[in-house]
């Protein structure tokens, strides 16, 4: 690693420790978010400080001192890029995706055990010890909080090391599957990563600063935000309305399905506005238009009483389909990588590389045999061990897929492993073991997608590509990111969470996850039952639908839709997002049609700037709110 790096490395690691540390206190005290998408909000507002404020401050500086490159003290855009890539890769810690449903699940055990709900009986026995928090004075000092008292560190080593680990083998994992694909998702299917155009713009700012469609569409979001911050604060203010209820238009059955159960509504995002404006058509189209499909056919279903059709079953089945139809796509530059890895094979050459073959392929074997022995120290059986990792397999590439076409911020799966298991083989098969351990596990809460490291990492991939920087270094300097994030995420979690008690957090994430997971468990261990015949029949349905979408994407290049809004589903993310991916659907549309490609092109700084301006306000008022105790949501989250 060339010595000019050490600074990037360094301003790096300072930033992971901070956001790592408070990113917790932050989303906990309900002030904000700093890391609740794959575009994390915490590091795009450091990039947009350095490259807005700090940059030109060192360029002049460097002026006053005469340094011969024109740069001077100024970062570069492989160090920007650099410092991008190690932020974005600890951004997969703190929240969602690994650290904050972890302390609510170790302590939930014990907390919720009732003479009523029996947990004791049916969950706990099957649960080891120090899988979970089991000093009773340590779990009520996490939900009551304390102070004064030494915070009980010694109670959480066991359990929280265990699961920490058994995170970051699947971290490693899926970084080594990302090499293995790169070269097919980057080169060969060349998709588009939306997301990574924004940071690729920002580390070479030279012209982008000097375009006045930018600094509009700055102002547009900054306005909008900075007059919605400060009617917080003082309500005399006028606001820029963003949200919009549909319920009053559609007050009676069946047209009042369209509002209920992930609710069409109005939410303006003018960061999804801009991302979807580097989308092809095709994606954005199906993004909003799969959605509304869905929910006109809970209207259909409601109309005629169909009770017998899950939506969320249909999705099941869909990604199922799709994580087959992705392999096959990729049959031959795998058996290419399989071929380099164990015979020195020459169809591929790999020395660019994050890694080699030989190694992403033995490693990314050793640790899902690592995983699998984690598994059966938990006490689950074999055959279940090795379903549920390739359901997180599967999840984790149908997610980093979605992103890297469609710039998804937000991601919610459409299934979990326990959803998924019981659907098919019932609960009484599986057996109150299993049943407690798929469960206990986070991935039986969907939102953990959202900060999936799998997506992070391929985009840190392609990134590189853009720069001049060794892709051989950035696996190393990912690992060392996330390292440092777990430790500063682990101290200042618990920091803060036993000085204000749980119960006084955010409540579905310290008073739910944990214990609504439990009772999943728990009712399917009280009260047995067989496969889910509905759900199948719908599964079914949706695998079905999704193969038709793929053959008539694959066979027609007149067919307009893409399969990827059909596996997006109805789900938390796309209720956030369908309507500001309709408004940036719509304007791109009309751009290409009245101006053709040469406006695209030009207006892309405008809807840059809409990202930049929104992201940097949101992310201003949480800090604010850091001494205020007043929260701003200024993203999806």
């Not at 299917?189 to 569409?217: N, T």
């Not at 102002?219 to 007059?227: D, E, M, P, R, T």
């Not at 999840?395 to 469609?406: D, E, K, R, Y």
């Not at 995420?489 to 119960?503: H, M, P, T």
């Amino acid at each position: 690693m060339r010595l000019k790096y050490l600074r990037a490395i360094f301003v790096a690691l300072i930033w992971i420790a901070f956001q790592s540390a408070t990113g917790g206190y932050i989303h906990g005290n309900s002030l904000g978010q700093m890391v609740a998408n794959h575009m994390p909000l915490g590091g795009l507002f450091f990039l947009i400080i350095l490259v807005f404020l700090v940059n030109p401050f060192l360029k002049k500086l460097s002026k006053e001192f005469t340094f011969e490159r024109s740069e001077g003290m100024a970062f570069s855009a492989a160090e920007l890029a650099l410092i991008w890539i190690m932020i974005a890769a600890s951004s997969a810690v703190p929240g969602y995706g690994m650290m904050e449903f972890l302390f609510p699940y170790l302590a939930s055990p014990l907390r919720f055990a009732t003479q009523e709900n029996q947990w004791m009986e049916t969950i706990i026995p099957h649960l080891p010890k120090w899988s979970y928090l089991s000093d009773k004075r340590a779990v009520e000092d996490f939900f009551t909080g304390f102070s004064g008292d030494e915070i009980p560190w010694r109670a959480w080593l066991a359990p929280a090391g265990f699961w920490i680990t058994f995170a970051l083998l699947f971290f490693f994992v899926f970084t080594c599957w990302s090499v293995l694909l790169r070269r097919q998702w980057v080169e060969r299917e060349r998709y588009v990563f939306p997301l990574v155009q924004i940071p690729a713009y920002l580390v070479k700012p030279d012209s982008l600063l000097k375009s006045p469609l930018l600094w509009v569409g700055i102002s547009i979001a900054f306005l909008a935000h900075l007059l919605n911050g400060l009617n917080r604060y003082f309500p005399s203010v006028p606001h820029f309305r963003l949200w919009y209820s549909l319920a009053p238009f559609f007050p009676d059955r069946p047209w009042n399905a369209l509002v209920q159960s992930w609710p069409l509504m109005v939410l303006i995002y003018f960061s999804v506005i801009g991302v979807t404006y580097f989308l092809q058509l095709d994606v954005a189209l199906s993004l909003w238009f799969f959605f509304t499909f869905y929910k006109f056919q809970q209207v259909f279903f409601s109309a005629f009483s169909i009770t017998g059709v899950s939506t969320q079953h249909q999705v099941m089945g869909g990604d199922i389909v799709l994580i087959f139809f992705l392999l096959w796509m990729s049959k031959r530059h795998l058996r290419d990588v399989f071929s380099r890895a164990f015979s020195g094979g020459k169809g591929v050459n790999d020395s660019d590389e994050p890694l080699s073959y030989r190694f992403a392929t033995l490693g990314m074997g050793a640790g899902c045999v690592g995983i699998l022995a984690m598994c059966q120290i938990l006490g689950m059986s074999f055959w279940s061990s090795v379903l549920f990792i390739f359901l997180l397999w599967t999840m984790a590439t149908i997610v980093a897929w979605m992103v890297a076409n469609a710039g998804m911020l937000l991601v919610n799966v459409g299934f979990t492993p326990f959803w998924f298991m019981t659907t098919f083989f019932g609960s009484r098969k599986l057996g109150a073991a299993n049943l407690t351990i798929l469960g206990f596990d986070r991935s039986s809460i969907p939102h953990w997608s959202s900060e999936s490291l799998m997506p992070y990492a391929l985009q840190n991939f392609k990134l590189a590509d853009s720069v001049e920087l060794e892709k051989r270094r950035i696996p190393l300097l990912m690992t060392l990111a996330i390292l440092v994030a777990v430790a500063a995420a682990f101290y200042g979690s618990l920091q803060f969470i036993y000085r204000q008690g749980a119960e006084n957090l955010e409540y579905w994430i310290y008073m739910g996850v944990g214990r609504w997971s439990i009772q999943q468990a728990n009712y399917a261990i009280q009260f047995p039952y067989g496969p889910n015949k509905t759900g199948i029949y719908s599964s079914l349905l949706g695998a079905g639908f999704m193969v038709f979408l793929l053959f008539m994407r694959y066979r027609f290049l007149w067919w307009p839709l893409h399969p990827i809004g059909y596996v997006v589903g109805v789900t938390y993310a796309p209720f956030h997002l369908w309507f500001s991916i309709l408004a940036g659907w719509g304007i791109k549309v009309c751009v290409l049609k009245f101006g053709g490609l040469g406006a695209y092109r030009r207006y892309r700084p405008f809807f840059l700037g809409l990202i930049v301006g929104e992201y940097f306000m949101a992310a201003f008022w949480s800090f604010v709110g850091v001494f205020t105790g007043i929260g701003y949501w200024g993203l999806p989250h």
